[in-house]
């Protein structure tokens, strides 16, 4: 096993272009040894505590989802939820945990639907600190 | 009479709402379980473009790429685009030699360095008027890389946090994946 990534973080939203980042991140964490950690970011105002509690809930299943896919195909993984802007939370947690790689999904089909959609991963390329793996 | 239509009317239209949203949350579920179908193809060879352009940060991008390669297999090619002025007047001559040459060294280096690592890697030399991206992008298409690495940001010094214009074209433009290096 190589020391090239030891944790990646891969973030994901539930859209219908989730599973190719997904089905990337588990391709590269079986041969590089890494461990994977899926990221859903609630984008919530944190004052409207039941509107939160809600979405939290009804989002769980989201990285539940990637994380048992990745534990099928023996790949160490875990998941877990926060609250707060997209970008922002996903490059502030791989800065604070030391990732050392993001994995983030790009819709760039067309360029109409990068500027609309692809903004957060933009953001994170733009702030992280970190390599980060663009999936198209 | 007309209070009772205007009520059924209102009933109507809220459960054909309801309906709607349902519909639209069924359209929106579907794409998640999705996931579970999807295989992992790690079977795929890789065939990685690496963009060098001599700056401070290409020694780190070629190290880099000859790791990926040990661990995810594959090729290893190394392009250098050279940015061509874009005239403003046409009978202005540019002799674009010097950049040409200094470009060849640049390739030679990275692939003296890949060589130390143990690995092979070809080479491609390119000219492109204005930002190079646009040429490392087709380069990519056109061979059919599967993966471009290259440093967020080459030449410039100035955009630290930011993207670097030749990095930003080739994230937005490019079809295959992309691994961007950070400071």
Not at chain 1, 53 to 78: F, G, H, L, N
Request: net charge neutral; glycine share 8%.
């Amino acid at each position: 096993m190589s020391t090239l990534f030891q944790r990646a973080l891969v973030p994901v939203d539930g859209s219908r272009y989730m599973s190719g980042v997904v089905a990337h991140a588990i391709a590269i964490a079986k041969k590089t040894g890494c461990s994977l950690t899926f990221l859903y970011v609630v984008n919530v105002d944190p004052a409207a505590t039941l509107e939160l509690e809600k979405q939290k809930e009804s989002s769980t299943r989201i990285p539940e989802e990637c994380r048992r896919k990745a534990a099928a195909e023996d790949v160490s993984a875990s998941s877990r939820i926060e609250v707060g802007g997209p970008a922002e939370t996903i490059v502030e947690i791989a800065v604070r945990e030391r990732f050392d790689l993001i994995i983030i999904g790009s819709r760039g089909y067309s360029r109409l639907k990068t500027l609309f959609v692809g903004s957060v991963a933009d953001e994170v390329m733009e702030q992280a600190s970190c390599p980060v793996l663009l999936v198209k | 009479m007309v209070a009772h239509i205007g009520g059924g009317l209102i009933r109507w239209q809220i459960t054909g709402m309801l309906r709607f949203s349902g519909a639209l949350f069924y359209c929106r579920a579907k794409p998640i379980r999705s996931v579970l179908d999807t295989d992992t193809d790690s079977t795929m060879v890789e065939k990685i473009l690496v963009a060098v352009d001599g700056s401070e940060t290409m020694e780190r991008t070629v190290r880099f790429a000859c790791d990926l390669v040990k661990v995810l297999g594959g090729s290893l090619t190394l392009i250098h685009v050279v940015e061509v002025p874009v005239m403003i007047q046409p009978d202005l001559l540019f002799d674009s030699a010097p950049l040409t040459r200094a470009g060849e060294m640049i390739l030679r280096t990275a692939q003296k360095q890949v060589e130390q690592n143990g690995l092979k890697a070809d080479i491609i030399l390119k000219h492109q008027g204005g930002n190079s991206g646009h040429k490392i992008v087709a380069v990519a298409e056109e061979r059919g890389f599967t993966l471009i690495v290259m440093h967020a940001r080459g030449q410039s010094k100035t955009a630290t946090i930011l993207l670097g214009s030749v990095c930003h074209t080739v994230a937005h433009n490019a079809s295959c994946s992309v691994l961007i290096l950070r400071p």
